[in-house]
């Protein structure tokens, strides 16, 4: 379990923008950059499986869900040991519940698994109304 801790969750008129960040315990962080984790955001609308958003790898390289590719961007905040995700251009298909996770495998990977059982964070809530 990793205690991630997200914020910057709103309600939003859609085509808004929110910038979300989260962070988790210092040794954690420096653990995950040590052992180049892949580290990104995932999703969880009402009644929906949770969903892989975005994610960066220990290089830079980034691979975001088809949903959202062009709109969001995830970035590594070292001095605060975490991430943000800028979110643009927000339509009422993108509320939900975000989290933030870690995966030892390629960005590509991270947006692609599922993460169900993935015991991490309480999650920052996104409301996009139309």
């Known amino acids: 379990q990793v205690q991630w801790v997200e914020s910057g969750g709103a309600s939003v008129q859609a085509g808004g923008s929110l910038t979300l960040s989260c962070s988790a315990p210092?040794?954690?962080?420096?653990?995950?950059?040590?052992?180049?984790?892949?580290l990104g955001w995932f999703r969880q609308a009402p009644g929906k499986e949770r969903e892989g958003v975005a994610a960066i790898d220990s290089d830079g390289n980034t691979h975001y869900s088809d949903s959202v590719k062009g709109r969001f961007t995830v970035s590594k905040d070292n001095a605060k040991n975490g991430l943000t995700l800028q979110m643009a251009g927000l339509k009422p298909e993108d509320t939900a519940k975000y989290y933030c996770?870690?995966?030892?495998?390629?960005?590509?990977?991270?947006?692609?698994?599922?993460?169900?059982?993935?015991?991490g964070g309480q999650g920052t809530q996104v409301t996009v109304s139309s």
């Open positions: 210092e040794y954690i962080y420096a653990n995950f950059i040590r052992e180049d984790y892949t």
């Open positions: 996770g870690a995966d030892r495998r390629s960005a590509r990977a991270f947006v692609e698994r599922l993460w169900r059982g993935y015991s």
